[in-house]
């Protein structure tokens, strides 16, 4: 019986143990610091799913040495990554609880956890992201960035992490009621996006993007700093341009919301999103290389499936169909 007593006293002792250790890991995956610009966190709700992955696939952090890009960040402890704070529902500053949130944002919490390093948000202006050379003000963009070949120039990417449809729409007293009637028209899209490349005809989408559907005749573009300031301009009562471009999930969040917007047609072309590094920084390939596998990774464990369901509605937009 005294033995018996034992056992039981040693196996309760390593479940108290066991249920330390866990609750140390979990706050090990909060942000490492905050800065006048980089004040906010995204939600930690994408670290739970990573866990039995992350310790089958080995944490890259763990074997990183040498003097790279990588070794760099896990010696910092942080990864630093670009977004955008008025793109909902792929990110999003919540004014009531001071973090980030949104897909994007979740799918950046779990790659800096599978890293084994925490996360830290900064919010440059689209355009300096897919300029590039970005001085390592930060380390990666998981913002919704369209792989271009233009692009590739200057960035580096990571397979697609997810796609979508890009979507033009209207608003109240046109007479627009298919893509054609756009021609002619002034249409809002956000600054350096590829819905700016469309309507000049710049657009250079890598050959497996599918079908491009062609601009309408004498359409022209205002543009804007981020996509939903053109919705937030028809609110304010602005009736400068008639139509507004940006992907299908903005579109209808921003209808969801009450904008003053109709979804016109179908989808002009269907975008390859993917994670962003800059190409500037010579020593970044193991990075690229370890970023890569945790996207392929997500892909397959099912997590990236599960963030998309999550915030949009209920559809997997990790595949392209």
Not at 192 to 217: K, M, N, S
Not at 287 to 308: C, R, Y
Request: with cysteine; charged share 20%; net charge negative.
């Amino acid at each position: 019986m005294e033995v018996k007593r034992c056992i039981a006293v040693l196996a309760m002792a390593m479940f108290v143990l066991a249920a330390c250790q866990a609750n140390n890991g979990e706050s090990a995956t909060a942000p490492a610091s905050e800065s006048a610009t980089e004040s906010a966190t995204g939600s930690a709700a994408a670290s739970e799913p990573a866990a039995s992955a992350s310790a089958a696939a080995g944490v890259p952090c763990d074997n990183a040495s040498g003097d790279d890009a990588l070794a760099r960040i896990c010696e910092a402890g942080v990864l630093v990554i670009s977004t955008d704070p008025a793109y909902p529902p792929q990110s999003s500053l919540n004014s009531e609880t001071g973090e980030y949130e949104g897909f994007d944002i979740d799918v950046a919490i779990e790659v800096a956890t599978r890293l084994g390093v925490d996360h830290e948000f900064t919010d440059p202006l689209f355009d300096a992201v897919v300029a590039g050379n970005w001085s390592e003000r930060w380390d990666v963009s998981v913002g919704s960035v369209t792989i271009t070949e233009d692009r590739r120039e200057v960035l580096d990417f990571t397979e697609p992490y997810y796609y979508t449809p890009a979507q033009m729409a209207t608003t109240e007293g046109t007479e627009i009621s298919a893509i054609e009637d756009f021609a002619g028209t002034t249409v809002c899209v956000a600054e350096a996006t590829t819905y700016l490349d469309w309507i000049d005809g710049t657009l250079t989408l890598p050959e497996d993007a599918g079908e491009v559907t062609e601009p309408p005749a004498g359409i022209t573009a205002t543009t804007l700093p981020t996509d939903i300031n053109c919705a937030e301009a028809w609110q304010a009562g602005r009736s400068e341009f008639d139509g507004w471009i940006s992907s299908i999930t903005t579109v209808e969040a921003a209808i969801e919301e009450d904008y003053p917007v109709t979804a016109i047609g179908d989808p002009i072309f269907f975008e390859p999103l993917a994670v962003a590094f800059d190409k500037a920084v010579e020593d970044n390939d193991s990075l690229v290389e370890a970023v890569d596998q945790i996207i392929g990774e997500m892909h397959e464990d099912g997590t990236l499936t599960a963030l998309s369901e999550e915030w949009y509605g209920g559809i997997d937009l990790t595949t392209q169909d």
